[in-house]
């Protein structure tokens, strides 16, 4: 065989067969030539599918990371957060890890007691601090007695698990909000979450959920609310919308074409649009519940395709749910690609 034959065979991790003492037919060294050549052209191929797999395009950056430890309660903002199967990470913070239920089970949020959204909440060492207006500071360790019960709960018809944070909280939750009795439960890592099959269309990939609404992460893109903005006579905020991370860089719902993004080292897959209800009318600094705007602007121009109404029926959309298809670590500042 040539010189040529012998590199590409190398190449391969082959051996360059030994040259004889006869010169070999003409036919076979061409055969040799031709095999090594569709070889290295299959190693080529699969390499150039890898480098088509891993393309990106900036599409804009990361302007805010928000966890939301306790469903309908305040948002904690970050500056770098762990993004796990179930969603962003800081330290002892967990995103709706914890949850308000009634004595039978029902959760309860800023839906059906608007005033959740005045609870705020901060971290020290491994407790969360709760605090509202006219009430003494709530203290909830991030790690409960075993001994505490596990209570069943119910999240928009489907079951769960929440270990019971104990009377102390029950009463303060109680106390605040002045309906009914209330109970608070936590989600532990080692309890089941809801399927996404069983929440969304049997269409969509699987993964778990604690106690968000269907997805582990929301995207909202900053010129999406100006643009919103625009059309309002009273202006609404980030936190009407509690996204868990805030692009800024890009045009007005440009996220709803991002379907696979990488973030620092985490990569996530659309899920769906996120349909709007009736929680972006909860004023987030007074806890009054409007019922109308932003909702009814949102109408005018956010409602889905007809091809689409089956899923989202007459909501309009309002930020993008994601997948975790790959945990890691994401921060403030951090690129966010569109991988092409």
């Given at each position: 065989?040539?010189?040529a034959?012998?590199?590409a065979?190398g190449?391969?991790g082959?051996?360059a067969?030994r040259?004889p003492a ?6 076979l060294?061409v055969a040799a030539?031709?095999l090594?050549a569709?070889a290295l ?6 390499r150039?599918?890898?480098t088509?797999?891993?393309?990106r395009?900036?599409?804009g950056?990361?302007?805010q990371l928000w966890?939301?430890p306790?469903?309908?309660c305040k948002?904690v ?6 993004c796990?199967?179930?969603g962003l990470?800081s330290g002892?913070?967990r995103?709706?890890f914890w ?10 949020t ?12 901060t971290c ?10 006219g ?7 991030s790690?409960?007695p075993?001994?505490?019960?596990v209570?069943d709960c119910r999240?928009?018809?489907?079951d769960?698990?929440?270990?019971d ?14 309906s009914?009795?209330?109970r608070?439960?936590q989600?532990?890592k080692?309890m089941?979450?809801?399927?996404s099959?069983?929440i969304l ?10 106690y968000?609404d269907c997805?582990p992460v ?7 609310l100006?643009?919103?903005?625009t059309r309002?006579?009273?202006k ?6 509690r ?7 890009c045009?007005?719902f ?5 379907d696979e993004?990488?973030?620092?080292s985490?990569e996530?897959k659309?899920?769906?649009s996120?349909?709007?209800?009736i929680?972006?009318?909860v004023?987030p600094?007074?806890?009054?519940i409007d019922r109308k705007?932003p ?5 005018s121009?956010?409602l889905c395709?007809?091809?689409e109404k089956q899923i989202?029926?007459s909501?309009?959309?309002f ?7 790959k ?14």
């Amino acid at each position: 065989m040539g010189a040529a034959g012998s590199w590409a065979l190398g190449r391969l991790g082959l051996p360059a067969p030994r040259l004889p003492a006869q010169p070999r037919p003409a036919w076979l060294v061409v055969a040799a030539l031709a095999l090594a050549a569709v070889a290295l052209g299959s190693v080529a191929w699969r390499r150039s599918r890898r480098t088509r797999r891993r393309r990106r395009q900036q599409v804009g950056t990361v302007a805010q990371l928000w966890i939301y430890p306790v469903k309908s309660c305040k948002g904690v903002p970050v500056s770098a957060a762990e993004c796990t199967a179930m969603g962003l990470r800081s330290g002892h913070l967990r995103d709706r890890f914890w949850l308000v239920i009634k004595e039978d089970g029902h959760m309860v949020t800023a839906r059906q007691e608007p005033r959740l959204v005045l609870v705020s909440i901060t971290c020290e060492d491994d407790r969360l601090i709760l605090s509202a207006p006219g009430m003494d500071r709530l203290v909830l360790p991030s790690k409960l007695p075993v001994s505490n019960t596990v209570q069943d709960c119910r999240l928009f018809g489907l079951d769960i698990k929440g270990r019971d944070c104990g009377d102390e909280a029950a009463q303060w939750f109680t106390d605040f909000l002045k309906s009914e009795a209330f109970r608070v439960v936590q989600f532990e890592k080692d309890m089941e979450g809801r399927p996404s099959r069983e929440i969304l269309p049997p269409f969509v990939q699987n993964y778990q959920v604690a106690y968000p609404d269907c997805s582990p992460v929301m995207v909202l893109s900053e010129a999406s609310l100006a643009d919103l903005n625009t059309r309002l006579e009273k202006k609404v905020k980030m936190d009407h919308f509690r996204p868990n991370i805030v692009v800024t860089g890009c045009e007005a719902f440009e996220e709803d074409t991002w379907d696979e993004l990488l973030i620092g080292s985490v990569e996530m897959k659309k899920i769906l649009s996120c349909p709007r209800c009736i929680m972006t009318t909860v004023d987030p600094d007074t806890g009054v519940i409007d019922r109308k705007e932003p909702l009814e602007t949102l109408k005018s121009y956010r409602l889905c395709d007809p091809s689409e109404k089956q899923i989202y029926k007459s909501s309009p959309l309002f930020g993008i749910y994601y997948s975790v298809e790959k945990i890691g670590s994401l921060k403030v500042g951090d690129p966010v690609y569109q991988m092409v």
